[in-house]
């Protein structure tokens, strides 16, 4: 029996309400100079979170976003359906 590759990453991006921390633009790009680093593949790009804050989406391509909540809130959507991704997953291995 072969081990499964967990070659797959996911890219977990958070702003609070006051977005006075760094942009999301700044968390991708460390994220994806990291990823290439280790010589992980990402499938993101700004753009495409442009895209999802203008249709208000959590999860897309392998970013998952949490934008303009408070920093107490542990109530964060993407990131509880990110961590439920991750426990079920046989093939995530990287998480930015």
């Known amino acids: ?45 700004p753009a495409d979170i442009d895209h999802m804050q203008s249709r208000g989406l959590l999860r897309y391509k392998d970013l998952y976003l949490d934008d303009g909540l408070k920093g107490d809130d542990l109530e964060r959507p993407a990131f509880k359906q990110m961590c439920e991704e991750l426990l079920s997953s046989d093939t995530v291995g990287w998480l930015f």
């Open 1 to 45: 029996m072969v081990a499964e590759q967990k070659d797959e990453a996911r890219v977990y991006l958070r702003r609070s309400e006051t977005k006075q921390e760094m942009s999301l633009h700044d968390q991708l790009r460390i994220a994806l100079g990291r990823a290439a680093e280790l010589g992980v593949s990402i499938q993101a790009t």
